[in-house]
């Protein structure tokens, strides 16, 4: 498998301009995650999907920021407009659940990481 | 919601040294404990996880602890080399009363340089 990948890998753009990052999930994963990785917040998640529905948006900044996950190979982050304190990497990752008979039967997932796009915002 | 600490912020150690990094977390619920590896430039990758039902787990160099008591878990780096050099993030998963949530909350990253 190619594992998570992401589109595009650099994006410069000017304030006020749309931009929409794509990620396609390992297949077979049923978990997509949007992570935003800054030096002054760290590792931030945005939104979660679990079988292409939002499970918990309350990361997502502000209402500029948007997501979708229209079927289960593809996911897309908007944001509209774009302003200079959004520029960032932004990590797509995917994960499968998997129930453990062991420790009481709880799940557990690991998360698989893109490369990464990373957005410059002028 | 869970709030996870990480200590230290930079940690340099000399070749072969021991590299400990701590992290605590808020809710006595979460049950789960990742912990990834950031080369620079490059992705987040799991390294090492524990759960709660156990206190060490050890892969080869690397081995994490758990203090459920304390609320607290920490990553040990044995005879580290000059590729151990990376930021690494702890994280905890916080179970949910349906069992059903899925989110990992992160620490703030601990910048490991290992000088030859």
Known sequence: DAGVIQSPRHEVTEMGQEVTLRCKPISGHDYLFWYRQTMMRGLELLIYFNNNVPIDDSGMPEDRFSAKMPNASFSTLKIQPSEPRDSAVYFCASSLVFWSGLAGGHNYNEQFFGPGTRLTVL | ?116
């Open chain 2, 1 to 116: 919601g869970e709030n996870v600490e990480q200590h230290p912020s930079t940690l340099s150690v000399q070749e072969g040294d021991s590299a400990v990094i701590k992290c605590t977390y808020s809710d006595s619920a979460s049950n789960y404990f990742p912990w990834y590896k950031q080369e620079l430039g490059k992705r987040p990758q799991l390294i090492i996880d524990i759960r709660s039902n156990v206190g060490e787990k050890k892969d080869q160099r690397i081995a994490v602890t758990l203090n459920k008591t304390a609320k607290h878990f920490s990553l040990h780096i044995t005879e580290t080399q000059p590729e151990d050099s990376a930021v690494y993030f702890c994280a905890a998963r916080l179970l949910n009363s349906g069992g059903s949530n899925y989110k990992l909350t992160f620490g703030k990253g601990t910048l490991l340089t290992v000088n030859p």
